[in-house]
């Protein structure tokens, strides 16, 4: 079959077919392998002599292999000696060439899998092999070196025989020129070093020096491999033991041989402590490769060796690692000292910052203050500026800074301990160095100075006084004055970084004292210089305060800039012409810092830079500007001294100018446009610099063609400074000393890196051509033609490698230009401008560099994009077309190949898909060129660009790209790392185009699916990580477009053994897929991860696959947080946690707690060590722990578990978890407490309890509330103030989920109580004087939570929480001017609301349980039954002082509410919280404050607070600060009342369309309040337009909110608005002569919207009733009616907060009236009355689940309305008689009713009849006595009787009340009617057997009533009753016999009739005698019946009390005691 494939097939066909046999073979057994293995041996051997590709080759090895490991090894000797034969081969062709490939691999693969089967033939082999790379090529060389790592590997000390043989290839073979050869050589003796002992005792030298020599000229594999080997060999002689072997007079290594040994790597020349003299010497100074290879060596080292024994050698390891840039000749030039630093910081970080624990990292802290402080006293006392020393310093001081800031406030401890003298030793080390002479080392100290502030904001305020106190008191030191400002400056800069921030009186120091020095520099000529250099340092640094400070200052700081610049042409002339160097240097130095300041202020304070402040600063400017035509005259009269300062000076300009708008200074454009060009054109420029900027201004995909992926790597910090063409990895602080001020890192990044601003010579270049991107788009055409032409001419001019930076430079202000252009949507220009600019592009397509080739794609692609032609992009792509067809220069191939890439991206696929064809077809011709890999990479990389960007318009070139993909990765040889990196973006992007077409299962789609896996599992088993890399991403892609199809089972393992790789790119794709996979799929992630131990097995204790199997991937993923620094990734892992919690932690509570517990309870290392050396009695003591843990909530582990796992090698011992991590833990644990709470059975404590006696497996979140608390308590007494933060918003978390939870074991009692102790612990600590702000006010809100939740029953426990917010009554005693403060007035301001706040919340509970006590409702507070004290009564001793500040806060929030015009009407002292310059920053402190302290003010107020007011009103007024007419009681009293409902309707009134619910709430609360007391209703009643206003508010918020709690609240308001109404006109009734046309509507009667109170209180209530019954909207003829549109989306059932809305709403309606006039109650009395029948028509229609309280709720309104004074007055009593009828009418008339076209039932019966009672019992006779409506009811009443018994009961109960009606008129004619059929339903009851108790009450009813119409007639008329009712009644009786055997429901209607007749008998006795004397069979049945009910209640009698003989009985128990004379 395999003959029949054609040729270009055959690798595919022979790839796939050995990975389907591989995978058989894994999976079968011997038995069926053995018969087949001999035929699969000799087709896996023919397949040697085919030309299949070297991936395939590897793929055979690996079946072959795998054959004799599951088969027969009988014959495994032949296959050996089968590829040792080809390899002696002599044919050199290339199929022979290919043979002896596959036999090179497959000898390696076998001695793998079975090396140890066949040693005896290891020699041969090996000799085979050393044979051939001698002939090999570079492919066939590296190899051979593989198969002898493999060999070396297996074999271990069994292949010692050939040890020496392999040394002395591997000593040729490392300096191989092929960088792949040497890179396969180290990794040979890699695995040799772990069994040759000789490589690291006797060769350990030789080896060393061979490493260094293999550094030079190498790439990054090649320095990852030596750094591993070097670490290798360190490690290897410091773990040895005594070797067999070796003479034991070998000497063994020391650490400080090894480390001495390894710094030979850094310095020119090295000697060896084995051989004196005989380590080989470098000419001139080392390799930059050497110096960054060897940094990684000691940082493998370190990593090898592993924590603990870091710990131990710390100090040795510090003072060897940073005294490495003190060695003589290690750095010749100080760009070379900069880049030594870079490695020695890049080791000390990756070893104290990454390895170390909190508690260690603390150690190295000291270690490195004591070598700082020793350090610059040593300088000092020398006096010398040795630079080796300083660099010392530097890195120290760079580390300290760097260690401190990932501590955080852990650090606190240590930076405010005293030295032995009693000073700090911080800052001692600190003032030491301050007075040095380098620059560098101030700047570094002023750097770490910083990063302490921002990790410890307490130190801040502290360290601003000693800094201004020391240059203060040194200002005679010139060094002291620059340094001590910096550092000043520095500390300045780092306030926006603390949210606590600092004293505004202390940044108004700081300015003063920069004001002081710029000043008095004119009058003082002592430090001149240094002083102006600090000045403007100091008001650079003040510029980041922001807004708010610089607006009080910028006065004065205009002033400051004005004078550091000439203040006319004639004074900037005269300058010119006088001074020397120095005063030159001063005056640019000055200008320089002037500009700085600028710049900041533009960049901090934007919105000050108002027009009339730009026009101040560009007089300044425009000086800067023309300055800089005199600057190279200055440079060239006053010597090169003057050139940094100039430097300095344009750096500042063009900054300064680039924030600023082109049209401020657009007369300046076209000077400063020559200006700049002349600047990065180097025309005045002897250097070849070149900017930084051309890397970045390519595009980011671009970087595989550049090889800048080393970016992406963990040494990035070194492996930059090898980057050709830039200047990164150069940086540092000396060169702009802004930085240390100006700055913005980012504060989440936990290994915080230094600043490096780039040499100033490379900065200025850089701001230049940044402002001339933005220059040249605003001049005019004919400007840009000639500075394209200059571009051209300067290229031409320049020759050699000058040439090569100005056409660098050139083109990256090019590619600058462009981009402002697209962004701006602008133009290039006409022809004639274009042209130039093609022609200098196309030019530089086929330039010799390749990043100048990639800029002029990117320039291409651009240009096209803002030209936007297509003519002009079709003949771009045609000239790329002719040119890639006519030349075979490989350069010039590359250049075009990217150009037509570029051209799709920026173009499209439809503005380039005329082209895309040609595009297609010329580049997949140039991609399988194999001639020249270098346009391969190019050509793949345009094809991946065009499939990326084609979209839909490259479906059709899918296949043929996938076929060409597919087989070039096969055939590429694995060295060309780059072709596969670029088959690797093709294949992505032919997966983004296909897209989700990948989930079809048709023929096509199939076959490309299995073709896209097929090429990821090829990349997937490349060697390279960049391979596996791409391999990862484009399983990720397919995942995401076929998730079905995507094998979980297989990907996820490989992910998770890719999460210990080595390499950043690979983790990050790993955990970037791993991210996406448990976003959908976090079950089926987390069972195949389980898998991993299993499947992979690893003997290294440290990679991921051995840890998983040990801690489960949740764990590994908890362990790289604090191993990774990459922001990134971390925050991926963080996704990927919290996606697998949400998903699992429900179902497995346990697992999840316990690992959140375990990290939060981790010790530092110290403890780890020493627990790990507990004796026996340790583990008794965990045992009784976990005894304990069992008892509390079921735990099964001890309290001090720790998150590492036992048997992780003690060297290599996890380190603690840090404070971020521990942060996160808690955020899970918060996490997984929310998602449980939303889950009921999680809090069900009773079934908890139940389903664990049923020995049920349970896992609820109740029972594991013991370990909450714990975490909880641990974290908010932890030493970190974040996690601190974190435990208290858990603890509060933990309160409101189980405060109700009750306690199954002590009924009564809530779960929470038992863990009182540690609330009150956790909360103690946060209100000591030393806590920050911040976390005083959360434990101010958790104590409200605390003691509101109903937890604390006893009084002592609540006193004691209460305690500590009393104690924090005091911080509001000093309300401004705090001396000694530390924070920010806004910090102190959050803290004080938060104190309040939290007594408002306290208050409010406090005041619902006192009305719950009040109205007799039984609590949880019960203890008051008892006389002890409540919550009240501990609030109300301090309730006058907290009254005063809660209105001072209201106050202050109304002040802050002012629009900006009116804020010049603030007090000049601001409020009674804030001031004038923390107004911005306490903003949303009030914002959160104010709503609880506003309802707790107005509850206040009607609780006699409205008393205090008026009757002590100095007592609030003081506060206030109140005083003149405003002090007034009356006034005062009206202006809090005024105040607060202010804030209510302001609040309420919002244009914020999501009003935070609590405020909303907050506030209708405390206008209700407020509106309870009788004064307040008054007053708000003097105006009718507030009651307007406040009731148009009310209708908003009912349109606008669906909450239901809401919409009460708001009816509640209403409602108390009403009342104020109705005692409105009660007063004005009483003081007026006639009441006529008081009221609503007034005399016409008009209620209008906008001006009648009544048409607002109708609209609350109509938008309520519509909102719950649109059925009520009236048609308006209209197919829908648009004002019910908003409600037809409402449930088809009416809740109980629905039903209850309705009520309330139906109660405002009918008491309208009563506030309207006469003529005003008509206008409203037709609406109410429809909405009141609609809503009760509604109640019986089934939509409500409660309709009674609707019927209740209409017939009180009908009550109410028929009780009303209207009805009295008679000019209007006829139209309101006329209304009641057509209501009753329509009450009549309601059966059913079309809305729609449906038909909804209408009122029900029973509803019908209630109201028609109401109407009939209480309405005005005229309205009921009509004769056709006095019919209808009759009519109703008759049908009611004759239907269900529920209704005739109602029916019944009803016509009760009305035969007893007083008014005859209205009794009678009903009596007369409806009697009958109440005899007839007796007699119904009598004839038909009664059967339920609802029949017998309504035989009841109808004979209760026939017995009270006896009572109404006469003596006449009663007599014919009687006659009707006794015989009914005796009917009713039951016969004798039958008694016995009456049911239940007849027995009781017999007692009621025979009682009934006993009645009857005497008080009618002539009448009753008369019907039984008539009656014979009637007497003898009641005679009967009275003789049974006497006998019976004779044998009940007897019964009761029985009369049984005294019999003396003797008791069975004997009592001991006699209580025979005991009398009760």
């Not at 014959?75 to 034969?85: F, K, P």
């Not at 060896?272 to 080292?301: C, D």
Request: aromatic content about 6%.
């Amino acid at each position: 079959e395999y003959e029949t494939v054609p040729a270009d097939k055959r690798p595919s066909y022979a790839y796939h077919w050995l990975q389907t046999l591989y995978k058989w073979l894994v999976s079968a057994a011997r038995a069926d392998v053995k018969p087949k293995q001999k035929e699969i041996v000799e087709t896996l051997q023919s397949l040697f002599t085919e030309p299949i590709g070297q991936s395939v080759f590897h793929v055979l090895g690996k079946c072959l292999a795998t054959v004799y490991t599951v088969g027969d090894t009988t014959r495994l000797l032949e296959s050996i000696n089968y590829c040792v034969d080809i390899m002696r081969l002599k044919d050199d062709t290339t199929n022979v060439h290919g043979s002896k490939l596959a036999a090179v691999i497959c000898i390696g693969c076998l001695y793998d899998k079975m090396g140890k089967m066949f040693g005896f033939t290891l020699n041969d082999a090996v000799q085979s092999l050393l044979r051939y790379l001698k002939v090999a090529e570079a492919e066939g060389r590296r190899e051979v070196m593989i198969s002898l790592a493999k060999i070396l590997a297996d074999l271990g000390t069994s292949a010692s025989s050939v040890h020496k043989d392999i040394y002395k290839a591997i000593k040729y073979y490392a300096c191989d020129r092929a960088l792949i050869v040497r890179c396969a050589s180290i990794n040979v003796a890699i695995a040799m070093a772990k069994d040759a002992p000789f490589l690291y005792t006797t060769e350990l030298e030789n080896m060393v020096s061979l490493c260094i020599r293999v550094l030079d000229g190498s790439n990054y594999d090649v320095r990852c491999a030596v750094a591993k080997l070097l670490g290798q060999l360190a490690a290897s002689t410091q773990l040895m033991a005594p070797i067999s072997g070796v003479p034991s007079k070998t000497k063994r290594a020391t650490l400080d041989d090894i480390l001495n040994l390894l710094s030979t790597g850094f310095i020119k020349t090295g000697t060896g402590f084995l051989k004196s003299g005989s380590s080989e010497s470098a000419k001139g100074n080392t390799g930059s490769e050497v110096r960054v290879g060897v940094a990684q060596g000691y940082v493998s080292f370190f990593k090898l060796m592993g924590r603990r024994w870091i710990e131990q050698n710390m100090s040795k390891i510090i003072n060897h690692v940073i005294e490495i840039v003190a060695m003589p000749k290690a750095a010749s030039s100080h760009v070379q000292a900069v880049y030594l630093r870079q490695c020695i910081l890049f080791i000390l970080r990756n070893v104290l910052n990454k390895m170390l624990g909190e508690s260690a990292q603390l150690v190295a802290v000291r270690e490195l203050f004591s070598i700082i402080f020793k350090k610059a006293n040593a300088a000092s006392a020398r006096g010398d500026n040795d630079n080796g020393h300083s660099h010392v310093l530097v890195c120290g001081l760079l580390e300290v800074g760097t260690l401190i800031h990932s501590l955080g406030t852990i650090s606190n401890s240590f930076l405010t301990e005293s030295s032995s003298t009693g000073s700090n030793a911080v800052l001692d080390s600190i003032g030491s160095v301050m007075l040095l002479p380098n620059a560098g080392v101030r700047l570094a100290a002023a750097w770490c100075l910083r990063c302490i502030a921002i990790a410890v904001p307490s130190q801040l305020t502290p360290l601003l006084d000693w800094s201004m106190t020391k240059l203060k008191e040194l200002k005679s030191s010139p060094e002291a004055v620059v340094g001590y400002a910096h550092l000043l400056a520095s500390l300045v800069g780092a306030v926006s970084h603390c949210p606590l921030g600092i004293p505004s009186a202390k940044g108004h120091e700081v300015f003063l004292l920069a004001q002081d020095l710029l000043t008095t520099s004119n009058q003082n000529n002592e430090n001149i210089h240094q002083r102006f250099i600090g000045g403007w340092a100091i008001i650079g640094a003040l510029m980041t305060l922001g807004t708010s400070f610089i607006r009080v200052h910028l006065a004065d700081i205009i002033a400051l800039w004005s004078k550091a610049f000439p203040k006319s042409e004639k004074e900037a002339e005269e300058e010119k012409s006088r001074g020397n160097t120095a005063s030159w240097i001063i005056i640019l130095d000055s200008r320089a810092g002037a500009l700085c300041g600028m710049r900041n202020f533009i960049q901090y304070c934007g919105d000050l830079f108002t027009e009339t402040i730009s026009a101040q600063l560009m007089v300044a400017i425009e000086y800067g500007v023309a300055l800089l035509r005199s600057l190279p005259t200055l440079v060239k009269n006053y010597t090169v001294q003057l050139k940094a300062a100039s430097a300095m000076f344009r750096l500042r300009l063009y900054q300064t100018l680039y924030l600023i708008k082109p049209v401020v200074y657009q007369g300046l454009q076209k000077f400063l446009a020559e200006q700049l060009v002349h600047e990065f054109t180097l025309a005045d420029n002897q250097s070849n610099t070149t900017t930084s900027l051309l890397r970045n201004m390519c595009h980011k995909d671009d970087t595989i063609i550049l090889g800048y992926w080393l970016a992406e790597t963990d040494n990035k910090a070194v492996e930059d400074q090898l980057q050709p063409n830039s200047a990164s990895g150069s940086g540092a602080l000396e060169h702009d000393p802004a930085c240390v001020y100006s700055y913005q890192e980012n504060t989440t990044f936990t290994m915080q890196p230094t600043p490096g601003p780039l040499p100033l010579g490379v900065a200025v270049i850089d701001s230049a051509i940044t402002l001339f991107g933005v220059v040249f788009v605003n001049v005019t055409e004919k400007q840009r033609l000639q500075l394209l032409e200059h571009f051209s001419t300067c290229i031409k001019q320049s020759k050699s490698s000058r040439q090569q930076a100005v056409q660098i430079n050139i083109f990256t202000a090019f590619l600058s230009t462009l981009k402002v252009l697209s962004e701006e949507k602008k133009g290039l220009g006409q022809e004639d401008v274009r042209t130039p600019a093609y022609n200098l592009i196309m030019s530089t397509l086929v330039n010799p560099d390749s990043l100048l080739r990639c800029a002029a794609g990117e320039a291409l692609g651009r240009m096209a994009q803002v030209v936007g032609f297509p003519a002009f992009v079709a003949q771009t792509a045609q000239n790329c077309f002719d040119n890639l067809k006519s030349t075979r220069n490989g350069i010039s191939r590359t250049g075009h190949s990217l150009a037509l890439g570029c051209l799709h991206r920026y173009v499209g696929g439809m503005g380039s898909g005329h082209h895309l064809k040609t595009s297609i077809s010329i580049l997949m011709a140039l991609a399988q060129d194999t001639s020249s890999t270098l346009v391969q990479v190019w050509a793949l990389h345009a094809l991946a660009l065009i499939a990326d960007s084609g979209g839909p318009m490259f479906r059709s070139y899918v296949d043929s790209t996938l076929n060409m993909v597919q087989l070039l990765l096969l055939s590429t040889p694995l060295a060309d790392i780059e072709v596969y990196q670029c088959l690797g973006k093709c294949l992505a992007a032919i997966i983004t185009t296909v897209g989700p077409e990948l989930q079809d299962t048709s023929r096509s789609i199939n076959k490309i699916r299995d073709s896209c896996f097929a090429g990821c599992i090829i990349m997937q088993e490349h060697p390279h990580a960049l391979v596996r890399f791409e391999a990862i991403n484009c399983f990720q892609q397919l995942h995401m477009f076929a998730p079905k199809h995507a094998d979980l089972a297989s990907l996820v393992p490989l992910l998770c053994t890719t999460l210990s790789s080595p390499h950043l790119q690979l983790r990050r794709a790993a955990v970037a897929c791993l991210r996406q996979f448990t976003q959908r799929e976090a079950q089926q992630v987390c069972v195949h991860a389980k898998a991993v131990g299993s499947i992979i097995k690893s003997d290294d204790k440290t990679s991921s696959a051995y840890l998983i199997g040990q801690k489960g991937l949740e764990g590994v993923l908890f362990g790289m947080l604090d191993s990774e620094f990459d922001q990134q990734l971390i925050t991926d892992i963080k996704y990927i946690l919290v996606s697998i919690l949400v998903t699992l932690a429900p179902s497995n509570l346990s697992h999840w707690l316990y690992l959140c517990r375990d990290i939060l309870s981790a010790v530092s290392s110290d403890k780890d060590r020493k627990a790990g050396n507990k004796s026996d009695s340790a583990s008794a003591k965990s045992k009784s722990n976990q005894d304990n843990d069992e008892d509390d909530d079921g735990e099964g582990a001890t309290d001090d578990a720790k998150f590492a796992v036992a048997a992780e090698p003690e060297s290599h011992a996890a380190v603690s978890p840090r404070w971020p991590t521990r942060v996160f833990a808690l955020d899970c644990a918060r996490k997984i407490m929310n998602t449980c709470a939303e889950i009921s059975e999680h809090l069900d404590m009773a079934l908890a309890h139940q389903m664990k006696q049923e020995k049920k497996t349970v896992d609820y979140l109740v029972m594991h509330i013991s370990t909450l608390i714990r975490i909880s308590f641990i974290a908010a007494t932890s030493n970190a103030d974040q996690l601190r933060l974190a435990g208290l918003d858990s603890l509060q978390e933990v309160i409101r989920i189980f405060a109700t939870v009750p306690d199954v074991e002590f009924p009564g009692h809530v779960i929470l109580e038992q863990y009182q102790a540690q609330v009150g612990a956790a909360l103690r600590p946060a209100f000591s004087s030393e806590t920050p702000p911040d976390v005083t006010a959360m434990a101010c809100e958790v104590c409200s939570s605390w003691l509101g939740s109903g937890v604390l029953r006893d009084v002592n426990d609540l006193r004691r929480v209460q305690q500590l917010l009393v104690a924090s009554l005091g911080k509001l005693r000093f309300i401004k001017d705090d001396s000694g403060q530390t924070y920010s007035e806004s910090s102190s301001t959050m803290e004080k609301l938060a104190v309040l706040n939290a007594w408002a919340e306290v208050y409010i509970i406090a005041m619902r349980q006192e009305s719950i006590d009040a109205n007799g409702t039984s609590t949880d507070y019960d203890a008051n039954s008892s006389g002890e004290p409540s919550l009240i009564h501990l609030v109300q001793p301090d309730l006058i002082t907290l009254s005063k500040n809660w209105l001072a806060v209201l106050r202050d929030c109304a002040l802050l509410s002012l629009p900006s015009q009116l804020l010049m009407h603030l007090p000049s002292s601001g409020g009674v919280f804030f001031n004038q310059s923390s107004m911005e920053a306490t903003r949303p402190h009030y914002r959160r404050a104010w709503p609880p302290i506003l309802h707790a003010t107005a509850l206040w107020l009607n609780n006699g607070g409205f008393h205090n007011l008026e009757k002590e009103p100095e007592i609030f007024t003081s506060v206030l600060n109140i005083q003149g007419d405003a002090a007034d009681p009356k006034k005062f009293k009206n202006d809090q009342f005024n105040l607060l409902f202010g804030l209510c309707i302001e609040a309420l009134c919002s244009a914020k369309t999501v009003q935070d619910p609590r405020t909303v709430a907050a506030c209708l609360n405390a206008i209700y309040n407020l509106l309870d007391s009788a004064w307040s209703r008054e007053l708000v009643t003097q105006d009718i337009m507030l009651g307007i206003e406040l009731l148009n508010v009310i209708h908003r918020l009912l349109l606008m909110r669906e909450n239901f709690k809401t919409q009460i609240l708001v009816l509640e308001v209403v409602t108390q608005t009403v009342k104020a109404v109705k005692e409105k006109l009660e007063r004005e009734k009483s003081l007026a002569n006639s009441s006529g046309n008081l009221g609503e509507g007034g005399e016409s009667g008009d209620i209008l919207p906008g001006k009648n109170i009544a048409y607002a209180i109708m609209e609350a209530c109509v938008c309520v009733l519509l909102r719950q019954i649109p059925s009520l909207n009236p048609p308006d003829g209209t197919s829908k009616s648009a004002l019910s549109q908003p409600y037809q989306s409402k449930p088809s059932v009416l809740t109980d907060t629905g039903t209850k809305l309705v009520c309330i709403a139906i109660e405002i309606l009918a008491s309208i009236p009563d506030i309207c006039s006469p003529a005003g109650s008509l206008t409203v009395l037709p609406t109410i009355l429809y909405l009141i029948i609609g809503a009760s028509t509604e109640s019986g229609c089934g939509r409500t689940t409660t309709p009674d309280q609707i019927v209740d709720s209409v017939l009180q309104a009908f009550r109410q309305l028929f009780a009303s004074s209207h009805l009295q007055i008679t000019e209007i009593s006829d139209e309101w008689t006329r209304l009641f009828q057509s209501s009753l009418a329509t009450l009549l008339h309601v059966t059913t009713k079309q809305n729609q076209g449906q038909t909804v039932a209408g009122m029900s019966n029973t509803n019908l009849i209630q109201c028609l009672g109401s109407f009939i019992l209480h309405a005005p006779k005229a309205i009921i006595m009509t004769e056709s409506l006095y019919k209808d009811c009759m009519t109703i009443f008759e049908k009611s009787l004759k239907q269900s018994d529920q209704i005739k009961l109602r029916c019944l109960q009803i016509l009760s009340k009305i035969f007893q009606c007083a008014d005859e008129e209205i009794a009678v004619p009903y009596i007369r009617n409806l009697a009958p059929h109440v005899i007839m339903i007796i007699h119904e009851s009598k004839d038909q057997q009664l059967r339920t108790d609802l029949q017998l009450k309504v035989c009841v009813e109808a004979i209760t009533i026939f017995i009270q119409l006896l009572e109404q007639t006469d003596e006449i008329s009663r007599s014919h009753l009687l006659v009707l009712l006794i015989p009914v009644l005796i009917d009713c009786l039951l016969d004798v016999n039958e008694l016995s055997k009456a049911t239940s429901i007849t027995a009781s209607l017999h007692d009621y009739s025979l009682q009934q007749l006993m009645s009857i008998g005497p008080k009618h006795p002539q009448a009753f005698k008369a019907i039984m004397a008539n009656s014979p069979n009637l007497k003898q049945r009641l005679e009967s019946a009275i003789k049974h009910k006497q006998t019976s209640a004779t044998q009940k009698a007897s019964i009761t009390t029985p009369k049984t003989p005294m019999i003396s009985t003797k008791p069975t128990i004997q009592l001991k005691m006699d209580f025979s004379n005991f009398k009760g």
